[in-house]
């Protein structure tokens, strides 16, 4: 059991004026001071933003009247607790609540034996008498040794399609509330990328930059964690589909996003909270 929870440290130092890189960094130093390692970058994710925002090399970016998501993921030796916390700098608490009341209601009634469209009609349901709409597109997930989002896909509404939880399954719960349509997109730059297959690359910076990357195995990792001036072989990469981009989630409408997430244990008559 991994017992780090660094997200309460990190939200009490989102403050107005205080700069996203300062955050990320503080919190990913964190992690490694108790012997974790990052899982994927600390995605900072702000406003219409719903996840992989992350800042980038020297960012000078400060936080405003933002409604800011901290999505925290940490491993050891692959194994990975995923955690996302919303601190509210724009005067929506509501918003704020009906994700995190989402989620308790969804820990509250998982168990070995539930359906995951079951656990989607309760997210969908408890968002909705909060007044707003869940993410529909983004969903929970299991989590395997290396591999952040793998199957079953916990998802956020009631679906046609289901998988029975069972007994020792690990995943991810991660309900997304909007004011907005409940849908994000793709919305052009990425920060973090992953290694999606390993093979040889011609030019000489790009054979470099691979061999840093390694070490990351087939978890996300950060642009600035890879210092400066890596954007020449950072594409090179992209074009030989050595490495993918994960680009930043917008809400389709410009909608505020709140987000509440936990990793939890399914057990015979409920679960256990992994991140707390
Ligand atoms: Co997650």
Not at 18 to 33: D, G, K, P, Y
Not at 175 to 204: C, M, Q
Request: glycine share 8%; aromatic share 6%; net charge negative.
């Amino acid at each position: 059991m991994l017992c780090l929870s660094p997200e309460m440290d990190a939200a009490r130092k989102v403050v107005e004026g205080e700069s996203l890189l300062t955050v990320a960094e503080f919190t990913e130093n964190l992690i490694r001071e108790k012997g974790g390692e990052p899982a994927f970058p600390v995605n900072i994710s702000r406003n219409d933003e719903a996840a992989h925002a992350t800042p980038s090399f020297n960012d000078k970016t400060v936080f405003g009247k933002d409604m800011v998501k901290l999505d925290i993921g940490v491993h050891i030796d692959g194994y990975i607790a995923d955690t996302a916390v919303t601190v509210d700098l724009s005067g929506n608490p509501k918003l704020v609540e009906a994700a995190q009341v989402a989620l308790e209601n969804a820990l509250k009634f998982i168990h070995a034996g539930v359906n995951t469209s079951e656990i989607g009609g309760v997210v969908e349901d408890t968002i909705g008498s909060f007044g707003f709409k869940p993410i529909i597109n983004l969903t929970g997930h299991g989590l395997e040794q290396y591999i952040q989002h793998a199957p079953p896909t916990i998802p956020n509404k009631r679906m046609p399609h289901s998988v029975v939880l069972e007994e020792g399954d690990i995943v991810a719960i991660e309900p997304f509330a909007t004011d907005g349509a409940g849908k994000i997109h793709d919305a052009g730059n990425a920060e973090i990328y992953h290694l999606i297959s390993n093979r040889p690359v011609r030019h000489p910076s790009a054979r470099a930059l691979l061999q840093e990357i390694e070490k990351y195995k087939t978890l996300p990792f950060a642009k600035r964690w890879l210092g400066e001036r890596v954007d020449f072989a950072l594409v090179q990469l992209v074009k030989a589909g050595v490495i993918q981009p994960y680009p930043v989630l917008k809400e389709i409408k410009g909608g505020l996003i709140s987000q509440a997430e936990h990793t939890i244990l399914v057990t015979a008559d409920g679960c256990e909270v992994i991140t707390k």
